[in-house]
């Protein structure tokens, strides 16, 4: 609290912040905006047909952990990639 209006204190400082929030403004509007050279070298969107039990599975996960689903599955699979793991598959006869 500074006081009251009247107190030539407060008023001082509320005009330097206001000055300070207009020269903010000012420095960004003068600004060039470009795009993030990596934002491509992050993700890629596809479409891709999973199971719903599959999907279920990880939205399950997404609600205990806090973590949206998507992103657990691109962490998931990430590891496979990481750990470099195959996959062992075997048809019955």
Same mark, same amino acid.
């Given at each position: 609290?500074?006081?009251?209006?009247?107190?030539?204190?407060?008023?001082?400082?509320?005009?330097?912040?206001?000055?300070?929030?207009?020269?903010?403004?000012?420095?960004?509007?003068?600004?060039?905006?470009?795009?993030?050279?990596?934002?491509?070298?992050?993700?890629?969107?596809?479409? !891709?047909?999973?199971?719903?039990?599959?999907?279920?599975?990880?939205?399950?996960?997404?609600?205990?952990?806090?973590?949206?689903?998507?992103? !657990?599955?691109?962490?998931?699979?990430?590891?496979?990639?990481?750990?470099?793991?195959?996959?062992?598959?075997?048809?019955?006869?």
């Amino acid at each position: 609290h500074f006081g009251p209006q009247s107190d030539p204190a407060r008023s001082n400082l509320l005009s330097k912040v206001i000055l300070m929030e207009e020269e903010k403004e000012g420095d960004l509007s003068k600004m060039k905006s470009r795009r993030n050279p990596y934002a491509k070298q992050l993700k890629k969107q596809l479409t !891709l047909r999973v199971s719903p039990d599959v999907i279920a599975y990880f939205k399950a996960m997404a609600e205990e952990t806090g973590i949206p689903y998507q992103s !657990l599955i691109n962490l998931y699979l990430l590891d496979c990639v990481n750990s470099q793991r195959t996959l062992q598959l075997s048809w019955e006869t």
